[in-house]
């Protein structure tokens, strides 16, 4: 009695002692699964292992899915030596829960692969569609992938950033903290002698407005000849796919009933049709006699557009006329601008036909020294007859005049048939498609037309896409290339070989070429996402800042150094370890077989998929000329639209 009379007066003591009594035979109950917790989060805290290789985004519910296990024997990661287990599970990343297990099944038969200097194995767990968060697991060495996703559509977040990347190419204005967040600077390039009054290079006079545009790559020039591919992929994203794009990607016309990707594309077509002249050619491009300074909004040296040449003149028809059918739609936020895009593509074309010979007949833009920076931006792409071909094929299916379609069909080239051959550089070969030369022929097929010459053209195009595709097949583990995304050539910009080479499957699936299976060339196309992704030899994704500190889109991989003037070394828009990194979703140029300082190793003397560095100059008392991380890790914007074409074919509403 004395002792209930004590626990009366002390309430809390009591509370505490009767939640002991009940808690105590609870955690006994509890202790094994408690131990189960611990056993499994020892596990999944063991850390990443690169060497297990995913899509650090993700895979589409009902797609083909497959991780790459890679022991390196060659390269600069060949250090991390690493030997899996006949088997691999996925597991759930919330509670570690294994949810299949499959075989492991080795690339030929265990050989090293000599592109990368590998031996692989893949992981095939394409029968799991549950959404959700994955990684895979290597039970016998206790190691696990980055996390990654499946659902219905994984890629919203990421077609979203290399988007908006566009926004951040724009110059003549303010990126502001509202629209471009950390990533925000005044505007560039309108100070004195610059874009508002720009001299014609070579005489100092006839001031022109050529402001507006993008920036072409890193530096801060803007060229003409170089919207034609880049353009053309931006439209086909949008046409091929609208729903992927919507009005809402905070870019200061959003909201305007227009979807954002047409409002970054007239940002662009605004400044090309400043470019034209009043006879109808087309000023070559924007650029500076010297380098300036690094950043945008700091750099006040004298700006000069070039004289017009015939390979402009036809790049802006192509652009022109593309951009009239896709603006018609929206006469009511744009009154006139489709009429306007059509009428200077005609005008351009007329004077294509006062000067049927390549002009100016040196190829250079300018004729005098010293060349403007960067480059002399000579006929670089071969091709003032590819060019001029293309130009027709965009006029014929904007406008349905025959006169384009003939044009077309006289200058295309074919070796095998009675079409006339004007220049070399229009056949379109038996042998192979080229995708940075032969999507005129795209076009072409597009055009709802009748020529008796209509039918050959296509059986040629279908051929040729034949003849390049039909000695590959990424979906076969045994396959020419163990990483499932073939290219013959890591040059300088291959990431939009990459993209192109996705591309030309889709264009195949297109033309209804033979599939070995239902879905072949969707498939195909789709591997080469997960090598941008992250499921390539070195394990990057090669979009900028794609994890926490930029999109937070998932990447744990993602590059963080660019070659380019707004981000420049040591700035804290430069590295992982700087305060803001880059701006999110730049797709960077890629390995580079043939990158040229050979004291910088790597990228220099790596199999050809690991010719790649994540850096912009080192510490080393190297300067940045005899360094050239611009043949590495500078974007582009036709890389970028490359990859968003892709990218935009496997992608729902955002």
Avoid at 140 to 161: C, E, G, K, M
Avoid at 163 to 192: D, E, M, V
Avoid at 349 to 374: C, V, Y
């Amino acid at each position: 009695m004395r002792l209930l009379k004590q626990l009366w007066k002390r309430p809390r003591q009591v509370v505490w002692l009767l939640s002991l009594m009940l808690l105590l035979p609870l955690s006994f109950c509890l202790l094994p699964q408690l131990r189960s917790a611990s056993s499994n989060l020892s596990n999944s805290s063991r850390g990443v292992n690169e060497q297990i290789l995913v899509d650090q985004f993700g895979w589409r519910s009902q797609s083909t899915k497959v991780a790459l296990f890679a022991n390196p024997r060659e390269g600069q990661n060949k250090s991390r030596h690493y030997r899996p287990g006949q088997t691999f599970e996925l597991r759930q990343a919330h509670d570690d829960t294994p949810v299949y297990q499959g075989e492991l099944v080795a690339w030929q038969g265990g050989k090293t692969d000599e592109s990368s200097g590998d031996q692989v194995w893949s992981a095939d767990f394409s029968s799991i569609e549950t959404a959700g968060e994955y990684y895979i697991y290597d039970p016998q060495t206790q190691q696990r992938s980055y996390p990654f996703r499946i659902q219905d559509n994984p890629y919203s977040q990421v077609l979203s950033a290399a988007t908006k990347a566009f926004y951040y190419q724009r110059c003549g204005t303010a990126i502001t903290a509202q629209q471009g967040g950390n990533w925000s600077h005044p505007p560039c390039h309108l100070g004195r002698r610059q874009d508002l009054k720009a001299a014609r290079y070579g005489s100092g006079k006839e001031p022109r407005d050529v402001h507006g545009g993008w920036h072409d790559a890193g530096d801060f020039n803007k060229y003409l000849p170089f919207t034609a591919k880049t353009l053309w992929h931006l439209f086909d994203a949008y046409e091929q796919n609208p729903q992927a794009f919507n009005d809402q990607q905070n870019i200061p016309e959003s909201g305007n009933g227009v979807p954002d990707l047409l409002d970054e594309v007239k940002w662009e077509l605004d400044w090309m049709l400043r470019m034209q002249l009043e006879d109808g050619s087309v000023a070559n491009r924007v650029a500076t006699a010297g380098e300036g300074d690094p950043m945008p909004h700091e750099d006040r040296a004298a700006r000069y557009y070039t004289e017009p040449t015939t390979w402009a003149t036809s790049a802006f028809i192509t652009g022109a006329a593309n951009g009239a059918r896709l603006f018609a739609p929206f006469e009511a936020t744009y009154p006139g601008y489709s009429d306007r895009l059509i009428a200077a593509a005609e005008q351009a074309w007329q004077f294509l036909d006062r000067h049927p010979e390549h002009w100016p007949s040196d190829g250079i833009d300018h004729g005098k020294k010293p060349p403007l920076s960067p480059a002399s931006q000579a006929n670089e792409e071969g091709n003032d007859g590819m060019l001029r071909l293309w130009a027709a094929a965009e006029l014929y299916r904007a406008t349905g005049n025959a006169t384009y379609g003939k044009a077309f069909e006289t200058r295309a080239g074919f070796p095998t048939s009675a079409l006339a051959v004007e220049e070399p550089d229009n056949s379109l070969s038996l042998e192979s498609f080229d995708p940075y030369q032969h999507l005129a022929f795209i076009t072409y097929a597009r055009t709802e037309h009748k020529s008796p010459r209509r039918q050959a053209i296509l059986q040629q195009l279908q051929a040729s896409l034949q003849s390049t595709l039909s000695q590959i097949n990424n979906l076969d583990p045994q396959g020419v290339d163990p990483y499932r995304a073939y290219i013959d050539d890591y040059h300088w910009g291959s990431n939009q070989s990459k993209a192109s080479w996705g591309l030309m499957f889709l264009l195949a699936k297109e033309l209804k070429l033979k599939a070995f299976e239902e879905d072949f060339h969707h498939s195909n196309a789709e591997e080469y996402l997960h090598y941008f992704h992250g499921r390539n030899p070195l394990g990057w994704v090669y979009l900028s800042n794609m994890g926490k500190k930029g999109a937070n889109a998932g990447a744990e991989k993602s590059v963080m150094h660019l070659y380019h003037g707004w981000f420049p070394p040591q700035s804290p828009y430069d590295g992982a370890d700087s305060k803001y990194g880059p701006a999110p979703g730049f797709v960077t140029g890629g390995p580079n077989q043939y990158y040229s300082a050979k004291q910088v190793s790597p990228p220099y003397g790596e199999p050809v998929q690991k010719a790649f560095k994540d850096w912009n100059v080192d510490k080393q008392g190297l300067g940045v000329q005899s360094q050239a991380p611009w043949e590495i890790t500078e974007p582009a914007i036709y890389y970028q639209a490359a990859y968003v074409n892709l990218l935009s074919y496997f992608a729902q509403a955002q």
